[in-house]
């Protein structure tokens, strides 16, 4: 039934959300709207895994004045599984928020955690037991 998931990510500036995902996480804009900026909704591609950025004013639009914006993102971390995730610290660490340095927890991954410029909470977990 369920297939994947692709979380949307409420910013002011979709542009800058491109930016800094492409630049520090190596990411890749497979689509947008409009096609050429000023964007007002993005999507990112990491491999198999898709982020996507909307303008928060452009997703009450969209889908309904219901849905809440604020000045910083609340409750939510995005955990994005990753092959190896000391290789990905060491490649991202001097360009990002370390928020949690690579560690083996007690449930079988090995992870560390960033804040994006936004200020969302992405931890990177690679399965190791």
Known sequence: ???KVAPM???ENVEEAVKWYGKVLGAKLQSSLPNNPPFEWASLGLGNVEIMFSKKKSAQKWY????IVSETPANFIAYIYVENADNLYERIKDNAKIVMEPTDQWY??????????????LIFAQIIG
């Open 1 to 3: 039934m369920y297939q």
């Open 9 to 11: 990510l409420l910013v």
């Open 64 to 67: 309904s004045d219901a849905v």
């Open 108 to 121: 079988g991954l090995r992870e560390f955690a960033i804040r994006d410029p936004f200020g969302f909470t």
